[in-house]
Structures are given as structure tokens and as C-alpha cells.
């Protein structure tokens, strides 16, 4: 009788395209854009197949170069919607460039002496961030007293402009060309200084989260302190809400997970949820494994993918329940990377009370973390992850990345065709123990088993020059450093000559 019912499922998939459509899209987590054009169910079906097939034969030894001035030490770098973004900290410069664009592609290219793009003078960049789907460039920044700048309270901004502005107007859709923060002072003795800031916006909401050291009678405190605006409807903060216990300033990340939730990364995840500003407190924690330094949190990239069919384009974009996150961290002096599954976050009930669900409920089916004995580079785009890896073992030399790829989706199996390495079985990493109080096992352990398929490529890449690596819907970008050796005396020495940017297209 099972025999015969599941002939009959197989004979209905078999008869019909609309229905392995629809498998095939639930497969690869995406979502169809409405589109008024009409393309037959037929050619869709089979461009999303030769789609995905594509990513398992990417050759990274083809590629095209953009060569960079930009430093090797700028603080932050970024590849975005096509364009690269930069921005210098100590010269104070930020840059955004596109990377060889398609002819239908609307770019920008603008360079910023970031003194031009802040209200007030004597002031200090503390981040930027630029949203190219939203013609934004924010940049926050703390003011002081100019007579006195080391005993004064400081004023913290974030301007708004727009990236294809002249640098003088507000933003088109902001309320206010500048937000101000508003201080939670206990005194008003109180001396605040940020000492660390991270900037971070979705929509039309705008966060900034800093490390706050408070001054006064008692002695010195430290904090977390988080803002959000709802930058296109007011100037007045929508949330703000102190982090405690005070976690170091490398303990501690956040990231919004679409436009009305948020999650803070400590020793949980801790899940909010901004619709309501009365409400800050999160209402669901998870419990991560073990005590992580050095958080930095990666939600995947938000990108509408286009493919081109006879004789239309087809939109899709990532089903927002079914995409990845990945957090990096340190823990002694290892390294670790968690890929997550974001349905954990999705279909949660708020309760009046925060629910705290341990590591062991949650964590082993929706994540696969991965150890290596120094930081690599790794990034996500749905539900694929480009990762540069230390290589390790007795033939290997030190000091150089191998690459992989990975596809969570759970039709990557299928598609992939032969290629690559299917990944069910679950895999276990052992840590050795911190010598810190908060940790009291002898032996620590994590088993997870999320399941994937992965492509390793051949390609090697020298840790010194690889600087950091990128994907989006059909690109993957490594961004290395171009070094020359300069003469002195009977020896020899290195020297940063200028960046490239390697463009593999998929």
C-alpha cells in the first residue's frame, strides 16, 4: 500500500511543472517577486536548477581585477548591491565605487573627506554606514567642548545624506538631517565618553550601540548603551535601552533580522522585538555553548536575485524565515564560526517574562559550527556561505586560506548534481578549556548538524594578502592586499603597495 501511494506522489511530481516549481522554490528558500511580465512555468523550473547547479562548478581562477587605492588598514570595508565601500579611520576619508556594472545598473561613485558630510566641527567619526538600496550614507560622531575637550560632556550625532548628494542637503526621506542621542544619566555629574560605537540600519530604522565609560563622584562605570530612530518619520529616539552587565567591547554584537526585529549577541542571542518602543526588553534568549570574544555578527545579505529567462527576467528573493545567520568569535585562541538557521527566530510567541532556552534545545539541529586554529574569513548570502579557512594538518603549510562554499538549502543535494560533498552526519568539536572563572568544565564539547553541501576549491590563498571575501546572488569578491618588497641593506622587507579586488562571476 505505500509502495503504490508513493508511485502515485512520484507520477503527480513527475506530470507536473507547476508543482516541481513550487518544490524546487520552497527548496531554495526563495520567493517569487510579482511580476506582471509572464514566463512559462517550464523555463522558470529549469533556470532555477541551472541557477544552483552553477554555484557547485564556481572556478575561483576566473576572474576579473579592479585594482584599489584604497588602504590596507581601513577600519572598515564592504561589498554591497555592486559597489565596494570604504572607510579610512585615520585619514578620515570613506569612498564607494562599482565593481564592473551591468549596463541596466544604476552606480554611484563618490569620495568623502567625512569632516564635509558632520554638522558640527571639532567633531570625531565614531562610524559610517552606507545603505546603497536606500541612497544613504549615515555617519555617527561625538562633539566636545573645544576649549576643553578632556572634561567635557560629549554630544553624540548621526547625520543623514544622501549617497548621491552634494554632501550639504538631508536625506530626501529623513525627518531630520541630524539625530542626537539622548544620554541615561543617574547625575547630571555624570561624564560620558563613547569609546567604541557601532552603527547598523534596516529600513527605516537606524540603531547605534556604544561602549560607554561614566565619570562622577563614585568613581568610573562602564555600559552598553542602544539607540534606535525611526529615521524617516522623527528625529526623537524610538528605543533606548542600557546592555548590563557591561561586556568588553570585543563581547557584544548586534544586527537587525528584518525591519522590525532585533537581535543582540552577548552569552545569548538575545531576540527583540521593536514594534512596540515600550518594549526592550528581549523576549526570548539563546544560550550559546560557551563564553565568545571577539563577536562579530553576519546576517546574510538582502539582495533580490534576477534571472534571465526567454524571453523575461524572473525576480526571487531569500524567504526571510529560511536564511542563514553567522556569528565569528574567539574563544582562547581558537576560532569559531556558527552558522544558524534563522526559523529558531521566526513563529517565537511573546510572553510577559523573557524565555531563556538552553544551547541543548536549540542549538546542535540549527547550527553547525566549525573550529580552526586561527580567524579566517567567511560570508553569507541566503542560504550559501563563502568561508576562507585555515588550512591545518602535518602537510600543511602555515599561514594560508583554503576556500570553500557551502549551500544549506535542502534541495542543494539534488542540484548539485555529483558535484561537491553532501554533509548529513553530525560533527563534533572539543575546545580545551579557558583558564577564566566563568568557565568550569575540564572538557567542552559541541556536536551540531545542521546539514549542507560544500565545494572546496583548489585555489590557495596566503593569509597576509587575502584581507577579506564577499558573495551575493551570482558574484563572489576576495579582496586582496598587492605587497612589494623593498630593499634594505642585505635584507628584504615587505610594504603595502595598493588593494585588489578579484570579481568572480557565477
Known amino acids: 500500500m505505500l509502495l503504490q501511494v508513493c508511485k502515485a506522489l512520484r507520477q503527480a511530481y513527475m506530470s507536473s511543472s507547476e508543482l516541481q516549481y513550487t518544490i524546487e522554490l520552497i527548496g531554495q528558500r526563495l520567493i517569487p517577486v510579482p511580476n506582471t511580465n509572464y514566463t512559462p512555468i517550464g523555463i522558470r523550473l529549469k533556470t532555477l536548477k541551472d541557477r544552483s547547479h552553477a554555484w557547485f562548478k564556481f572556478d575561483m581562477y576566473s576572474f576579473e581585477t579592479i585594482t584599489l587605492e584604497e588602504k590596507s588598514y581601513a577600519k572598515k570595508h564592504l561589498v554591497t548591491h555592486g559597489h565596494f565601500f570604504s572607510w579610512d579611520e585615520p585619514d578620515d576619508l570613506a569612498a564607494i565605487i562599482p565593481i564592473l556594472p551591468k549596463p541596466s545598473q544604476r552606480t554611484i561613485e563618490r569620495y568623502w573627506s567625512l569632516e564635509t558630510l558632520r554638522s558640527e566641527p571639532h567633531s570625531v567619526t565614531l562610524d559610517v554606514l552606507m545603505d546603497l538600496a536606500q541612497n544613504l550614507i549615515a555617519v555617527a560622531y561625538c562633539v566636545t567642548s573645544e576649549d576643553n575637550p578632556l572634561e567635557s ?211 546542535p539541529s540549527n547550527t553547525r559550527v566549525f573550529w580552526y586554529p586561527y580567524r579566517g574569513k567567511v560570508h553569507v548570502s541566503g542560504n550559501r556561505v563563502l568561508q576562507a579557512f585555515a588550512i591545518s594538518g602535518p602537510d600543511a603549510r602555515p599561514g594560508v586560506y583554503g576556500v570553500r562554499l557551502m549551500d544549506f538549502s535542502p534541495i542543494a543535494g539534488t542540484n548539485r548534481q555529483g558535484l561537491g560533498r553532501v554533509v548529513k552526519d553530525s560533527s563534533t568539536i572539543e575546545m580545551s578549556p579557558v583558564m577564566d572563572d566563568t568557565v568550569k568544565e575540564e572538557n567542552l564539547t559541541i556536536t551540531t548538524s545542521l546539514p549542507y553541501v560544500e565545494v572546496v576549491s583548489k585555489r590557495k590563498f596566503c593569509v597576509r594578502e587575502l584581507l577579506d571575501i564577499w558573495l551575493d546572488k551570482d558574484r563572489i569578491y576576495l579582496l586582496n592586499a598587492n605587497w612589494k618588497h623593498v630593499a634594505a641593506g642585505s635584507t628584504s622587507y615587505p610594504t603595502w603597495e595598493s588593494n585588489r579586488l578579484e570579481v568572480i562571476d557565477v
Not at 561624564?191 to 563622584?217: E, F, M, P, Y
Not at 522585538?273 to 544560550?287: A, G, H, L, Q, V
Request: proline content about 6%; hydrophobic content about 35%.
Open 153 to 363: 560632556d560629549e554630544v553624540v550625532c548621526i547625520d543623514l545624506r544622501a549617497l548621491d548628494g552634494d554632501g550639504d542637503g538631508v536625506h530626501p526621506q529623513a525627518a531630520e538631517r541630524t539625530l542626537i542621542l539622548v544620554e541615561m544619566t543617574e547625575s547630571e555629574s555624570d561624564l560620558i565618553k563613547t569609546t567604541c560605537a557601532k552603527l547598523k540600519c534596516c529600513g527605516r530604522h537606524i540603531a547605534l550601540l556604544r561602549s560607554l565609560v561614566i565619570t562622577n563622584d563614585d568613581g568610573r562605570n562602564y555600559e552598553w548603551n542602544l539607540q534606535i530612530w525611526d529615521w524617516k518619520n522623527t528625529s526623537k529616539t524610538m528605543v533606548t535601552g542600557r546592555i548590563t552587565p557591561h561586556p568588553s567591547e570585543n563581547q557584544i554584537d548586534f544586527c537587525f533580522l528584518g525591519n522590525d526585529r532585533l537581535l543582540i549577541v552577548t552569552e545569548y542571542l538575545e531576540f527583540f522585538s521593536i514594534e512596540d518602543p515600550s518594549k526592550m526588553s528581549p523576549y526570548t534568549r539563546f544560550k550559546l555553548p560557551l563564553p565568545l570574544q571577539c563577536i562579530q555578527c553576519l546576517p546574510p545579505m538582502d539582495d533580490i536575485e534576477q534571472m534571465q529567462t526567454q524571453p523575461q527576467t524572473v525576480r526571487y528573493t531569500p524567504d526571510p524565515k529560511h536564511q542563514l545567520l553567522c556569528l565569528t568569535a574567539s574563544y582562547g585562541t581558537a576560532s569559531l564560526v556558527f552558522i544558524i538557521s534563522m526559523r529558531i527566530f521566526f513563529d517565537l510567541d511573546e510572553v510577559a517574562e523573557t524565555i531563556t532556552i538552553p544551547w541543548i534545545h536549540w542549538g
